[in-house]
């Protein structure tokens, strides 16, 4: 039986400032280290047998792995660089301000999701849909992983065989946990 716990890292900086972080890192704010601790306590809660805990090398993520790793007493995270954040290029640590300032009109007719696959030098998310099916494709037993908001929609979307619209239009709350299980999804409220 394969089981995941999906996680997206707490709340940072950058995501009060409404800065598009990708493959760039912000710290943890008191609000995103509270949510990583509630997260590590229901974790803890759950009984689980856990077989791997994984995470984003990225700092966010490994700090949030890192907090939930000592309220839910699991060994560190292993990084996996499949659960990295899908990089914007040179839109990483922008705005849609500053975007829009740089490359006029470049984000004309997007929607509010799939704007994030427009950036000149950005990931594809193509090549996101690849990475995640492989990290998807090797799990097995219990796995609790640390992630991103839109690399946790692809996952989402790619387990649960979503069109790209719609698996780019699921939530990212940073308060939830995903489990993934006999082909559905359920969320875990920590509140």
């Known amino acids: 039986m394969t089981e995941i716990y999906l996680i997206r890292h707490g709340e940072t900086e950058w995501n009060v400032q409404g800065r598009f972080q990708g493959k760039l890192d912000s710290a943890l704010t008191a609000t995103g280290v509270r949510q990583a601790e509630a997260i590590g306590r229901r974790l803890a809660g759950l009984g689980l047998s856990i077989d791997a805990f994984a995470s984003s090398p990225l700092g966010r993520a490994r700090q949030t792995a890192a907090i939930i790793a000592g ?4 060994p560190a995270a292993q990084c996996d660089d499949r659960l990295a954040e899908v990089s914007l290029g040179s839109w990483d640590g922008l705005t849609h301000i500053d ?17 994030f696959f427009r950036s000149p030098d950005g990931e594809s998310y193509d090549a996101a849909f690849l990475r ?32 790209k619209a719609e698996a780019l239009s699921l939530p990212v709350p940073q308060d939830i946990i995903w ?13």
């Open 71 to 74: 309220r839910a007493n699991l």
């Open 99 to 115: 975007i829009d300032a740089q490359w006029p009109g470049l984000l004309d007719g997007s929607t509010p999701l799939d704007w």
């Open 179 to 191: 489990r993934l299980s006999d082909g559905r999804i359920e969320p875990i409220s920590v509140g």
């Open 132 to 163: 995640a099916e492989s990290w998807l494709r090797e799990r097995q037993g219990v796995t609790v992983a640390v992630s991103h908001g839109l690399v946790s929609r692809i996952i989402r979307g790619t387990y649960s065989g979503l069109p």
